[in-house]
């Protein structure tokens, strides 16, 4: 848990986060640690989240495939290969794990053109060559501090086309407290919806929709899984 005045963001090493990503398997069940049972749930939740918020946004493609979407903080394409393949004619990838980018490169849906540029570097490090109608980031903004994720942000808000999306599915933090809670095993940090919507704010992002992730079975005790949709802000 967080000591008492030190921001929890504060722990985060990249290096360290590095380290311990390098250890793990570069397999899909790797990708959910423990649980990669969830996987299945995972994905048709991220479908069926993504389906409400084009149905509710008048000038956002409602039904066929989006043109261009990138899955941030990509893995060895579990995300890209059974949900963002099924949306987006063609998904860039980023994922700091070469070991990770190199399952990605060799795939099939990589011959087919499905999967477009894969870049090799954090999210931070990140800055985006073309337009996107869908920017997917999941499991993945622990490893920014609060600075890098509201500068991540805002460079995504940039690349995003004209009736573009921005969606966020992230842990939540459950500190009695309601602060965000470090994990040293990979140096990350659960936020709180608070901090979420604080960081959304700060780089001129709107939430459209927000829901938590249902059908995790409670017997695994997981954290809750939250859905952000974002929209750039209007300005009047």
């Known amino acids: 848990m967080p000591e008492s005045n030190v921001a929890a963001d504060s722990k985060i090493d990249h290096a360290a986060s590095l380290k311990y990503w390098n250890s793990v398997p570069a397999t899909t069940a790797s990708m959910l640690g423990e649980f990669p049972s969830v996987s299945r749930i995972d994905l048709q939740g991220s479908k069926t989240f993504l389906?409400?918020?084009?149905?509710?946004l008048p000038k956002v493609q409602s039904e066929g495939k989006l043109h261009r979407g990138v899955d941030c903080g990509a893995g060895v394409g579990r995300v890209t290969e059974?949900?963002?393949?099924?949306?987006?004619?063609?998904?860039?990838?980023?994922?700091?794990?070469?070991?990770?980018?190199q399952v990605m490169k060799d795939s099939q849906l990589k011959r087919d053109g499905v999967i477009g540029n894969i870049y090799t570097r954090g999210l931070q490090d990140w800055i985006p060559e073309k337009k996107y109608d869908l920017i997917w980031v999941q499991w993945c903004a622990g490893h920014l501090t609060d600075s890098q994720l509201i500068d991540s942000t805002v460079r995504c808000r940039k690349a995003l086309t004209e009736n573009g999306l921005m969606v966020f599915k992230e842990n939540l933090s459950t500190h009695f407290s309601k602060e965000d809670m470090y994990d040293s095993e990979d140096?990350?940090?659960?936020?709180?919806d608070a901090k979420f919507r604080q960081v959304f704010e700060a780089a001129g992002?709107?939430?459209?929709?927000?829901?938590?992730?249902?059908?995790?079975?409670?017997s695994f005790n997981l954290l809750p899984v939250q859905f952000y949709a974002l929209r750039p802000k209007t300005t009047n």
């Open 51 to 56: 389906a409400k918020v084009r149905r509710l």
């Open 82 to 101: 059974g949900f963002l393949s099924h949306v987006c004619e063609v998904v860039d990838a980023v994922e700091p794990v070469a070991k990770f980018t």
């Open 187 to 192: 140096s990350s940090v659960t936020r709180t």
């Open 205 to 218: 992002m709107e939430v459209v929709k927000s829901e938590l992730q249902k059908g995790f079975p409670p």
